[in-house]
């Protein structure tokens, strides 16, 4: 779980099964590269989950952060009994106050083919401002 802005990388389409409304309960982002808990709650999530991914496709629908916009939904409705804090899952490349326990690696330093290409200023600053639109369109 990463506690940032209410306004990221939750979906926004009402009419995916991802969605999570603005305003509306307690705003973390869980990330789906660790997740667990009982055998029978991680196969309900997880069932849970598949069910509505496929529902979505059917649909001809796909979630803003794919599986991990379903995961987010899931945990948003369930409320988990257990929450990781930031640091067992902190992106390597990310500054950290303190030693994280787990970190997730940058896949560029394993093998330099995963770098995209340059991205200009311009290109840049046009994403935050069509971020910033769909931030706002997702209160309105």
Not at 3 to 25: C, D, M, V
Not at 79 to 108: A, G, Q, T
Request: hydrophobic share 30%.
């Amino acid at each position: 779980m990463f506690n940032i802005p209410p306004y990221y990388p939750y979906e926004r389409n009402k009419k995916s099964t991802a969605y999570i409304p603005p305003l509306k309960g307690n705003y973390h982002y869980y990330m789906g590269g660790v997740n667990g808990g009982t055998s029978d709650s991680f196969l309900k999530m997880i069932e849970i989950c598949a069910r509505n991914i496929k529902e979505d496709y059917n649909n001809g629908i796909i979630a803003c952060v794919h599986d991990e916009s379903h995961i987010n939904h899931y945990f948003h409705s369930t409320n988990p009994d257990i929450v990781l804090k930031n640091e067992y899952c902190w992106p390597e490349e990310w500054p950290c106050e303190s030693m994280p326990k787990m970190i997730f690696r940058d896949k560029i330093k394993i093998d330099p083919s995963f770098k995209k290409k340059p991205v200009s200023t311009l290109a840049r600053l046009w994403r935050v401002i069509l971020r910033t639109k769909k931030a706002i369109g997702w209160y309105i």
